[in-house]
């Protein structure tokens, strides 16, 4: 079993709406944790990192890590067709610096 | 500012071949990743190195070495290649002092024939 699920999609959306991307963990010992995108054939690159349960934004990107119900979030406001990527969380415990990945959600924003 | 290196791009080998790739992490990271993404999957942590010194073992074949050379490059040596090696390897790195967060290089894709 994999210690983080992520509903792998794929998601079509119109442009402007909102995106709501999630992923559920299964152990409590996870304190980190990230949100990438992944163009086709390019590395992840880290669009939110959070450490605490509660909300964190930066421009149209929400995270969102709820840790009592070992449940995280990410929220794309206003999305553009160049959103359209594949959005992978990761996690990490405190003492353990490897990530593991969600399986990814592909998203398409159309124009 | 400066990324994670990788290289090269793309590799192509036959079976039983082997293969090198190599990652310059970014100045003044001290911490090396290497994952492994197979077709539609998600990246699979393999071996990491911090100063220089191996730190975690994830689930790396035995046919698998790697190494974190002094001026922080890292390389990952690929011996006995068989098909399913073909992926994309990733190299990320990190200051493990500064909240250890991972930036990905554009990856190396080997495809093994």
């Known amino acids: 079993q994999k210690e983080v699920e992520q509903d792998p999609g794929p998601l079509s959306v119109p442009e402007g709406a909102i995106v709501s991307l999630n992923c559920t963990y299964s152990n409590s010992a996870f304190q980190y944790f990230m949100w990438y995108r992944q163009y086709s054939r390019k590395g992840p690159e880290l669009l939110m990192y959070?450490?605490?349960?509660g909300n964190k934004e930066d421009g149209r990107f929400t995270a969102q890590v709820d840790k009592s119900s070992k449940y995280i979030s990410l929220f794309i406001r206003d999305s553009q067709p160049s959103d359209s990527a594949t959005y992978l969380c990761?996690?990490?415990?405190?003492?353990?610096?490897?990530?593991?990945f969600g399986a990814g959600t592909t998203v398409t924003v159309r124009a | 500012a400066a990324g994670v290196i990788q290289s090269p791009r793309h590799l192509i080998k036959e079976k039983r071949e082997t293969a090198t790739l190599k990652c310059y992490p970014i100045p003044r990271h001290d911490t090396v990743y290497w994952y492994q993404q197979g077709p539609g999957q998600d990246p699979q942590f393999l071996i990491s190195f911090y100063e220089k010194m191996q730190s975690d073992k994830g689930s790396i074949p035995d046919r698998f070495s790697a190494q974190q050379f002094s001026d922080y490059h890292s390389e990952l040596n690929m011996s006995s290649l068989e098909l399913g090696d073909s992926a994309l390897y990733f190299c990320a790195s990190s200051a493990r002092g500064a909240g250890d967060i991972q930036y990905f290089g554009a990856g190396t894709r080997l495809s093994v024939l």
């Open positions: 990761a996690i990490r415990r405190s003492n353990d610096y490897k990530l593991s």
């Open positions: 959070t450490y605490s349960s």
